[in-house]
């Protein structure tokens, strides 16, 4: 199967367009020294890995508990993984902008500040980017085990592929646990050094799983709709849906609770990460917009049982979805810098740029393989699944 297989020559000149859009913004930003230009670019970057790392984890968790239903679209989030080495490639990048994103990386800045003093041990360019490299190295690795037994079973077969799935993923999830805790805090958290939450991995973790969620759901309704995958239905689509409605609530908690446990504390340290969204000019209406796409809108789309399985219903809120975790990332980093609240040429620019290198990475990660993978075990309970929950009356 080629790349030509999935989009018309004209769609690919169409992305090709938008990567060199993406790469006028960065240029013309860099030009002109704009202050926004790294910020937009570590959130581009951070945005887009999530996506795929979304995809790894929807993977993990598939095998490890056992999960048949979701085989027939396995294929989709195993090539959104193949773009985690050129987004970890995007996120060390990052290093020729750390001046503009990061106030610990200016000396006058750590001298003259009593806590990043204490802690320049840890927030220091050389250890940062260190600790950013073997992350993005684990996740790699794991990425690259996960994909070669997927496509071994394609050649030969045999179970034990699955077996070894399985316990690849079970690590994993431990390990990613970990990793993406660490590189939540330093990525991002780091941006305002003086703040810290107990839950701010959990933050971003609920965003990343529930916009992976959303991006598989969008490109499975994409492939369906241009003849590829007619073995999934509308029982499938029901299970994502299901998935994105309880994820985005899942977002919504952890955002209450975040919130809440600021509030009450009322530390300085703490609510200044609030009163930059809050009050400071022109960032309260993003604040409130935050979540009605995050979760308002999409719950309220989502709530009717038949929304989950039309194509059209569940494609809108996944897109809102998307749109809303790009915005909670905008509102996790500008703030922080002191940016004023617009969204930017240089925004759009990178935004465009950065979804057109998603998804050619994407269509040629995708042609790698069987769209089904034909010798997984489960594959005929997935296939089956439509015939199955509609006997036991699943809602």
Not at 18 to 45: D, I, K, T
Not at 83 to 92: D, Q, R, S, T
Not at 137 to 142: K, L, N, R
Not at 157 to 184: D, N, P, Q, W, Y
Request: hydrophobic share 55%; glycine share 8%; aromatic share 16%.
């Amino acid at each position: 199967m080629s790349f030509k297989d999935f989009i018309s020559d004209r769609e690919r000149r169409a992305l090709m367009g938008l990567l060199a859009l993406g790469a006028l913004g960065f240029v013309a930003g860099w030009l002109s020294h704009s202050a926004r230009l790294w910020p937009g670019f570590l959130l581009n970057a951070f945005y887009f890995l999530t996506l795929a790392l979304g995809a790894m984890v929807f993977v993990s968790i598939h095998h490890v508990s056992n999960a048949g239903w979701s085989t027939a679209i396995r294929r989709i989030p195993e090539a959104m993984m193949g773009y985690v080495p050129l987004g970890a490639v995007m996120m060390l990048l990052t290093f020729f902008g750390r001046r503009a994103i990061y106030r610990w990386t200016h000396e006058a800045v750590v001298h003259s500040d009593g806590v990043l003093s204490v802690k320049a041990w840890l927030l220091n360019t050389p250890s940062f980017f260190a600790r950013m490299a073997i992350i993005l190295a684990i996740w790699i690795a794991f990425m690259a085990l996960l994909r070669r037994e997927s496509f071994r079973q394609d050649e030969d077969g045999r179970l034990e592929h699955t077996m070894r799935s399985k316990k690849i993923s079970a690590v994993f999830l431990v390990v990613f646990a970990l990793t993406f805790s660490l590189a939540s805090f330093d990525w991002l958290m780091s941006i305002e050094p003086e703040f810290y939450s107990t839950i701010y991995a959990f933050y971003c973790f609920s965003g990343l799983f529930v916009s992976g969620i959303a991006a598989i759901a969008i490109l499975v309704i994409w492939l369906r709709r241009r003849g590829f995958l007619p073995e999934v239905g509308e029982e499938h689509l029901h299970n994502l849906g299901k998935l994105i409605f309880g994820f985005t609530t899942f977002w919504a908690y952890i955002w209450i609770s975040q919130y809440l446990l600021i509030y009450y504390a009322n530390l300085p340290e703490e609510t200044i990460y609030y009163i930059r969204q809050m009050a400071t000019p022109g960032w309260y209406g993003l604040f409130l917009l935050n979540l009605f796409l995050n979760w308002i809108i999409p719950f309220v789309i989502l709530l009717p049982r038949q929304a989950k399985r039309r194509e059209g219903w569940l494609m809108i809120a996944c897109v809102i979805v998307l749109v809303g975790h790009w915005l909670d990332l905008y509102l996790m980093i500008f703030p922080q810098i002191g940016a004023a609240a617009m969204i930017g040429p240089y925004d759009l620019m990178l935004g465009m740029g950065f979804t057109a290198l998603f998804l050619y990475t994407f269509l040629r990660s995708l042609k790698q393989a069987a769209l089904l993978p034909v010798h997984d075990p489960y594959l005929q309970e997935s296939l089956a699944l439509g015939s199955h929950e509609a006997e036991a009356g699943v809602y």
